[in-house]
């Protein structure tokens, strides 16, 4: 097969078909109507391939139109009538702006028109000028994506042909897409929540936006690009991933769906729904959510997160923000979507957040970190604790087991040796350490006892240890998010010593033992061990501040009143 661009224009297959081709799009180029008062903003992607940039320019200068165009870095500086974007193109063939601008005249409903995609002789010979796709594939539902519905994958989308060599297809490029500017604007824009060195979601999104406002998308046949992508950018392809899991889930037929339910709330926690979720704290903490609320007369559904995407008749969606990132759909349903930001605080964006109808920040620094960039109605709501589960008694002690060391740790590795146990190691004093993945740390597992405590018996561990260790991970230290082993703890009576957080003191005040540095926190361990009346006035005064002012039975009420204030405000 013989591939070349010449004169700006691209030729393809064998010297017969090249010469049909040459033809065949010459003819239809003579046809097209005189653009020149048309004007066109092409938005190139800032952080794109500073070479492929180049080609471009130089490419376009080339490109025999009447159409006035300029090259803008940002949609929002754009002046022409129409928005061209440009993602990854290097190369394009004289006429491709007037073949998108064609199907705009031909076609009274049509929404965004995409161009023909060939990978550039510039990255790759193997590769160069082979068609990569004729716009993308839309998947249907599927459980094992967690309710995606589409996938960016190479297509040679079959469609019918109108007489202008335009065929109809939902999204017809993630390269080239050319809409009116004040269409754009209509529907929202590219969605900010993609965030990567190339437009391929945000372009495709925007294109299901179009098909979703009731216009028609077009594949214009003869307009013909070649795309370049050097080793970072083809590393950050998304072929193969879910577009945003959730955004374009399957909504159904509007006509048919029930009725949502003002009084039914899905709590949406990160924990996967096999077995080993139990062991997560997202789920202990979902269902003792959902216990509080359910005191409140509230219909309420825990769903892990291969749930979270499933039809559901709740109108009010609580996510408990974890490990994972939730996104609501794109075209508004009626749902209430609340955001308790409860850890992984570093991996959450503005974008997201901006989601939501109302947030609660697990602390005041994270408040502040997101208040400005995010305008959402927003509010304080520390973590907090179950009394019903987390309060001792005696029935709840194993008798065969050593519950009683002068030290205690619970918690998991994930790979890291554990600050206050890198302060405290080596000891002589009797250290239980219960958790997972501590194999890679010796000095750690001399200590395990076990790899998890059931969740019905964690509270006489922490009541029977003469002192509890805690620590944090380093972005909930940073943003100020206290444990919650630390509200369980104290309302099992457990005596605790912490590494200090920002808004911990305030918080606990003379109720919870801080430390400063290894040798601060050997000395504090010495001088409680041996001053058991203090230990004891301590703890006590621990568990009755918890047990006053941070259970989930207050959390749920204030949770409550937002939602109640949310349903007035919508009569």
């Not at 929404?111 to 082979?130: D, E, F, N, P, W």
């Not at 950050?236 to 769906?257: F, V």
């Not at 305030?506 to 040798?519: A, C, I």
Request: aromatic letters at 12%.
């Amino acid at each position: 097969m013989f591939n070349k661009i010449k004169k700006g224009f691209l030729f393809i297959g064998t010297s017969a078909a090249r010469g049909a081709d040459r033809f065949r799009i010459r003819e239809h180029f003579k046809g097209i109507q005189d653009f020149s008062g048309m004007s066109v903003s092409v938005v190139y992607l800032p952080n794109d391939n500073p070479g492929v940039r180049k080609r471009f320019e130089e490419s376009i200068k080339k490109s025999r139109t009447n159409i006035k165009y300029e090259i803008v870095e940002n949609a929002a500086d754009a002046r022409g009538e129409y928005l061209v974007f440009v993602n990854n193109v290097d190369e394009v063939h004289d006429g491709w702006l007037d073949f998108l601008a064609e199907a705009f005249v031909r076609n009274d409903n049509v929404g965004i028109v995409g161009g023909t995609t060939y990978y550039s002789m510039k990255m790759r010979k193997g590769k160069a000028l082979k068609i990569r796709f004729k716009g993308v594939k839309y998947l249907p539902y599927s459980t094992a994506n967690r309710g995606t519905l589409c996938k960016l994958l190479d297509a040679d989308v079959k469609t019918e042909e109108d007489n202008f060599g335009i065929a109809g297809t939902d999204i017809p490029s993630i390269n080239i897409i050319m809409i009116k500017a004040d269409y754009y604007k209509k529907i929202g824009g590219l969605c900010s929540l993609y965030v990567n060195n190339s437009w391929d979601f945000a372009l495709a999104d925007l294109c299901l936006m179009s098909k979703a406002y009731g216009k028609d998308n077009y594949l214009a046949d003869y307009c013909l690009v070649s795309v370049f992508r050097d080793k970072e950018i083809r590393k950050a392809n998304n072929y193969g991933r879910p577009i945003l899991p959730g955004r374009w889930r399957s909504g159904g037929n509007q006509g048919t769906r029930p009725k949502p339910d003002n009084n039914e709330i899905d709590i949406c926690a990160s924990m996967p729904g096999n077995d080993d979720g139990k062991f997560w704290g997202d789920y202990h903490f979902a269902y003792a959510l959902k216990g509080a609320l359910e005191k409140l007369g509230y219909k309420v559904n825990v769903l892990p997160i291969d749930d979270w995407y499933k039809e559901s008749t709740a109108r009010t969606v609580i996510v408990l923000r974890g490990k994972h990132g939730y996104y609501r759909k794109a075209l508004s349903d009626g749902q209430r979507l609340v955001y308790w930001t409860i850890s992984h605080p570093a991996d959450i964006r503005e974008t997201e957040l901006m989601q939501a109808d109302y947030i609660f920040y697990a602390s005041d620094i994270m408040k502040q970190k997101f208040g400005e960039k995010v305008a959402v109605p927003s509010e304080i709501l520390m973590q907090c604790t179950d009394p019903s589960v987390m309060s001792y008694s005696k029935d709840k002690v194993i008798p065969e087991n050593n519950y009683a060391p002068e030290l205690l740790f619970v918690g998991n590795s994930r790979g890291v040796f554990r600050k206050i146990l890198r302060d405290v190691l080596p000891t002589d004093h009797d250290l239980h350490v219960y958790g997972r993945h501590w194999d890679k740390f010796p000095e750690v597992q001399s200590h395990v006892i076990a790899n998890y405590i059931s969740n019905d018996k964690v509270s006489a561990v922490y009541h029977d240890a003469r002192i509890l260790l805690n620590d944090h991970w380093d972005d909930m230290r940073e943003y100020g998010i206290i444990s919650n082993r630390i509200f369980d703890a104290m309302c099992a009576g457990a005596f605790v010593i912490s590494d200090d957080v920002p808004g911990l003191n305030e918080t606990f005040g003379s109720s919870l033992v801080t430390y400063k540095d290894r040798k601060d926190l050997s000395d504090k361990i010495d001088y409680y061990l041996t001053h058991e009346y203090e230990r004891d006035r301590i703890a006590r005064a621990g568990k009755k501040m918890v047990m006053e002012n941070h259970t989930f039975d207050s959390r749920a009420k204030r949770i409550s009143e937002v939602i109640e204030a949310d349903k007035q405000a919508r009569l």
